[in-house]
């Protein structure tokens, strides 16, 4: 049965008036449908609603994409796990399913640069948002630039703060550039924050033994591994770069490189002692 004009307008005034702009434009094409007999009143009204949602739901994917400084999105489907076969692919899809974040563990993402790591990283970030969780993307130089600025200017705490809000936090980047004096300081207070309240994401080029060396402080370092293995999950990717994948012939042998490789300690249970901030002050 064909609508009555005065209806139909009325229905498209409704959705104007509900910012529906979605179900507007395939308004003409259900109503179509449904004349043909091709669906039901109920499926028409289910497309209609269908439509709007997916619209809405691109939006708030794009927006908190963009407030998690996730600028470039990544996805598993695009990741080449047959080029790293080191990689348990059914493991990595468990952690798609983002229980880690619920359980307020750590992701590290351990290997050479161009392996895949940051891929990884921002791709199970993606699926947090796309599962509504809340996400912040930074590399660490980025991270403890901002902590520095804000201790100097006097709103550290207030930094801090901000940064624990996100469900998931994603620090890229540990490693391959030096931590500025103090930094290693100012990241620990930022993980001490997040222990067991918030998930985090970490990829490093470097074995968790040589983090002494990459904060310039081994109390220091000893301190984030402290509160960042208690409840970890870590893994390992041994394979070569994908980027330089056809340029290989052209790279210095790296048979004989030292391998990223640190023991996992034991899993303990309880809180760790608390490591007072003046004491990692004192040290670095």
């Not at 912040?136 to 902590?147: K, N, P």
Request: aromatic share 6%; charged share 25%; net charge positive.
């Amino acid at each position: 049965m064909t609508a009555a004009p005065a209806t139909l307008d009325r229905i498209r005034h409704h959705l104007v008036g509900l910012r529906m702009p979605r179900a507007l434009e395939v308004l003409e094409h259900l109503l179509r449908q449904l004349e043909r007999g091709e669906i039901s009143a109920l499926e028409a009204i289910d497309g209609l609603l269908d439509a709007e949602l997916s619209l809405r739901e691109g939006r708030r994917v794009k927006a908190a994409l963009k407030m998690g400084r996730l600028l470039t999105v990544k996805t598993l489907a695009g990741f080449d796990f047959a080029f790293q076969p080191s990689l348990d692919r059914n493991r990595i899809l468990t952690l798609a399913g983002l229980d880690f974040i619920s359980r307020h563990e750590v992701v590290h993402f351990l290997g050479q640069p161009g392996c895949g790591k940051t891929h990884l990283a921002i791709a199970l970030a993606v699926e947090a948002v796309q599962a509504g969780r809340s996400v912040y993307f930074t590399t660490l130089a980025e991270l403890v630039g901002s902590l520095a600025k804000a201790e100097r200017e006097g709103t550290l705490r207030e930094r801090i703060r901000f940064l624990c809000r996100p469900q998931l936090l994603v620090v890229d980047e540990i490693g391959y550039l030096p931590v500025v004096a103090g930094g290693g300081n100012l990241f620990f207070q930022l993980v001490n924050a997040r222990y067991e309240r918030g998930a985090m994401i970490l990829t490093s080029n470097r074995g968790f033994a040589e983090w002494g060396e990459v904060f310039g402080d081994t109390v220091v370092a000893t301190a984030l591994l402290d509160r960042l293995l208690h409840h970890a999950i870590v893994v390992r990717i041994e394979g070569a770069s994908y980027r330089l994948r056809r340029h290989a012939d052209l790279l210095p042998d790296t048979s004989s490189a030292r391998p990223i490789a640190s023991p996992e300690p034991p899993r303990r249970r309880g809180r760790p002692p608390k490591l007072r901030t003046a004491d990692l002050s004192a040290a670095t």
